[in-house]
């Protein structure tokens, strides 16, 4: 059968306390931390929808103008292709340029093969040669002889028609054969190149085209403006969407259109430079965004990325429909960025909240103590009383009339079994209260284990010394003994002038008595040995303790009658016991025990044979031994060196006497004697060997 878990009053009120209020608290922090998060994803969602919008218009503006500047362009040069053949075309094609600071260049390239082009100068050489200092803008066209030898011709100036120098020599550079212009002929309506690099500057551009035909239709040309991305990269660094935002340009194919940092847009190869691709940035943030699509197949998500694990917001947004080119923005933020403040906010309300439950645990603790501590003070007084621990009666200030009334009812309890046990001994008391033998009359027949003590000389002593003084002393040795004996769980039966009765298996079943029963000897002993030590040092008689030890089948109850009763033994055995208790007059010992102890433990203890004696009341004789220590035990009842001497020389001599080897005995008690002069038994021992010697006895 499974027992039933016990809990502490204090315990039980607390944890229904916490079961009844800790789902409140646990409630409204959640919600407000469920709150906050929406709050947070709704702020930043449209925070960066906002911002998305707003690039994507603002790259779109860039670019409509441009298609419609291309558009009049191609009018014109439609219109007047022979214009773009002149000089003064070049002031119309720095009007493109300056108007806006993406314009890289614009030029006219015809059928065959004549170009004019203005643009912004870039480091680098020209024809070979290093660009005059102070050069800004380049007027550039190329003509083409009968003979159809193409001329590059230049005009380097400082600013707009404030020309440095002129120059001219062979032409490398044939418009018709450049991808926008074949794409623009082919497509007949203006269009916007895929991003490639400029063989002029080395930078990654587009091309805004609109082709031209002849009153005949038949196409003659292409106008053209170079936009370099350079430009978009400058815009996106200046518009992050957020503190640690990044907003990078691409099209459908993956290619970087646009980057924040100029530098990644291009990758510089042994065969040139080429555009970089978004796979191929090291970036945790681009390329866990780039996953974590193709895992969802979603634009719009939030995920981790970074050595921090960071959480991040991801959207790919493309361009609209009615934009040339298939380009998408892929925008990324730190959550942090938007809910900073929101999230501050939150772990503060989460601190506050986590400080405001220990609190609320901390009153609830104080308010349960509050109405637990009678009772557990109450527990604490009967469990007390239950193991007669008196003395420690806990003053209670309940307001509560009932926990009043338990208290004065356990304290008269309290006195009374005090008062009991005070001419009861304690441990027979709890025995009989565990045994549940109680106060009914009757006896049975047990095995036990009877030890006697007695003081020597006490009756001498009496008349020497002064009444108060021995009193206290004789005390001290009842405490001494008394404590030994319930050390090992023996009984104290009584007390008998200066003797102490006491026994071993009764009322509880004890199966080692004899053991524990010797233990208590030992102990009584080492325990005088120090008393003794005190009193010498204070000038006083030391007092001897005598004790005896026998185990046999007595009568064990309560005797007496309905009125008056005693819990004790009686029998043969109980005579033995107080006999063995006075054989140690007769042979200078402290402590005799029985044969039937020494069968019981005789094998746990130090002890040593002493010879067969007889006992009053017994018709036979007993053999009896003198117990000094106890083997393996704690260092109070271990023994000495000297003791474990004296066991292994009288065992021998008295196995010799036992033999009637009487010479080799007496000489194995002359060694006894020999090492310890003052040792009673081999001293009668040693006498009795040379009686029989110089009798003949046997």
Not at 283 to 307: M, Q, W
Not at 359 to 366: E, G, K, S, V, Y
Request: aromatic share 10%.
């Amino acid at each position: 059968m499974r027992l039933p878990v016990l809990m502490k009053l204090h315990f039980t009120i607390t944890m229904v306390f916490i079961i009844l209020t800790l789902p409140v608290t646990a409630f409204i922090v959640i919600e407000n931390y469920r709150s906050n998060e929406l709050l947070i994803a709704d702020t930043s969602e449209r925070f960066i929808q906002d911002s998305v919008r707003e690039n994507i218009a603002n790259v779109t503006k860039l670019f409509n103008p441009m298609l419609s500047t291309a558009a009049t362009f191609g009018t014109i040069m439609h219109d007047k292709p022979e214009y773009f053949r002149e000089e003064g075309s070049a002031d119309y094609l720095h009007e493109i340029v300056v108007s806006n600071e993406a314009v890289y260049s614009a030029y006219a390239g015809f059928e065959d093969g004549y170009f004019r082009q203005v643009r912004r100068a870039v480091p680098g050489k020209v024809l070979g040669k290093d660009l005059p200092a102070g050069t800004k803008l380049v007027s550039r066209y190329i003509t083409v002889t009968p003979q159809g030898v193409a001329v590059d011709h230049y005009d380097y100036n400082a600013d707009w028609r404030q020309r440095l120098a002129q120059d001219a020599g062979p032409a490398t550079y044939d418009v018709r054969k450049r991808d926008f212009y074949k794409a623009a002929i082919k497509s007949n309506r203006p269009a916007i190149s895929d991003p490639y690099i400029f063989a002029s500057s080395g930078e990654l551009g587009i091309t805004v085209t609109a082709p031209v035909a002849g009153a005949d239709g038949k196409p003659i040309g292409v106008a053209a403006i170079d936009l370099t991305l350079k430009t978009f990269s400058n815009f996106l660094a200046a518009n992050r969407v957020s503190e640690h935002g990044l907003t990078i340009i691409s099209d459908d194919m993956g290619g970087i259109v646009a980057h924040p940092q100029y530098e990644l847009d291009v990758v510089n190869k042994p065969d040139g430079m080429v555009r970089n691709q978004l796979a191929k940035l090291q970036d945790p943030r681009v390329l866990n965004a780039l996953a974590e699509r193709l895992r969802t197949g979603r634009d719009r998500f939030v995920y981790r990325a970074g050595p921090g694990n960071q959480e991040y917001i991801g959207i790919f947004s493309p361009f609209p429909k009615d934009f040339k080119k298939p380009w998408e923005l892929l925008t990324i933020a730190p959550v942090d960025d938007f809910a900073g403040r929101i999230k501050a906010q939150e772990r503060y309300l989460l601190v506050f909240g986590l400080l405001a439950f220990c609190f609320q645990i901390l009153m609830i603790d104080n308010v349960s103590r509050s109405i637990s501590r009678p009772m557990e003070q109450l527990a604490v007084e009967v469990t007390n009383i239950r193991s007669f621990r008196f003395g420690g009666h806990i003053q209670t200030r309940s307001h509560v009339s009932e926990v009043k009334y338990l208290f004065e009812a356990v304290d008269l309890l309290e006195k009374a079994l005090k008062s009991f046990t005070s001419y009861v001994p304690r441990g027979l008391v709890q025995d009989l209260t565990r045994s549940g033998i109680g106060t009914t009359l009757g006896v049975e027949s047990r095995y036990l284990t009877i030890l006697f003590t007695d003081l020597e000389g006490f009756s001498t002593l009496s008349e020497t010394e002064p009444s108060q003084q021995l009193l206290a002393r004789v005390s001290q040795y009842f405490a001494a003994v008394t404590d030994a004996i319930e050390h090992e769980n023996g009984t104290v039966d009584k007390f008998i002038g200066d003797a102490v009765m006491a026994f071993w298996g009764a009322p509880s079943l004890v199966h080692n008595h004899a053991y524990m029963a010797c233990v208590a000897a030992v102990r009584a002993q080492r325990r005088m040995t120090v008393l003794n030590g005190a009193w010498r040092a204070e000038g006083l008689t030391p007092l001897t303790v005598r004790i005896g030890i026998h185990s046999d089948a007595v009568m064990v109850g309560n005797v007496g009658s309905n009125q008056r009763m005693s819990y004790s033994v009686m029998g043969d055995g109980v005579n033995v016991a107080s006999r063995l208790e006075g054989v140690n007059k007769e042979w200078h010992t402290l402590t005799c025990i029985s044969h039937n102890v020494f069968r019981e433990a005789g094998e746990r203890l130090w002890l040593r044979p002493v010879d067969v004696v007889t006992v009053k009341g017994r018709k036979g004789g007993m053999l009896i031994y003198n117990l000094l220590a106890v083997r393996d035990a704690d260092e109070e009842v271990a023994a000495t060196p000297d003791e474990m001497r004296l066991c292994e020389l009288t065992t021998v001599a008295y196995a010799h006497y036992a033999a009637s080897r009487i010479a080799e005995a007496a000489s194995a008690y002359r060694t006894v004697l020999n090492e310890f002069p003052n040792d009673g038994v081999a001293q009668r021992m040693l006498a009795q060997c040379q009686w029989k010697k110089e009798t003949g006895a046997q």
